[in-house]
């Protein structure tokens, strides 16, 4: 597994591979919910982060359609996904910081998982 979390060309590039599966993204900011994180570039939502309903998977989700009406999405370890969310934040690049703190605390204990 590798993945990377850096500012690259005025955003956040966010990138997971594994064997099986691979997941990236570009973000200029992130709009969280208590369970979801909104990945918004130009104004437009491109993906987010959620937690599968009723299990501990956390799923990362693309818009692959240019209406938004399609999606690829795939579990990403809630690690990769707390690297995220810090970067986001240390980068002032979250809509609101409350809602970013109750996403970590719902969400994110375990992210050494």
């Given amino acids: 597994m590798t993945s990377i979390v850096t500012e690259r060309d005025g955003a956040v590039l966010a990138r997971y591979e594994d064997s099986d599966r ?10 969280p919910t208590d369970v979801t994180l909104r990945f918004r570039r130009d104004g437009e939502k491109v993906g987010s982060i959620y937690n599968d309903d009723g299990t501990s998977q956390t799923m990362a989700r693309l818009t692959t359609a240019r209406d938004g009406a399609d999606f690829i999405g795939v579990e990403v370890p809630k690690a990769f996904v707390a690297e995220i969310l810090q970067t986001a934040i240390d980068t002032d690049r979250v809509t609101d910081e409350n809602e970013a703190e109750g996403y970590r605390l719902r969400v994110l204990p375990s992210a050494d998982e």
């Avoid at 691979?22 to 709009?31: A, N, P, R």
């Fill in 22 to 31: 691979v997941f990236e993204v570009t973000f200029d900011s992130i709009d």
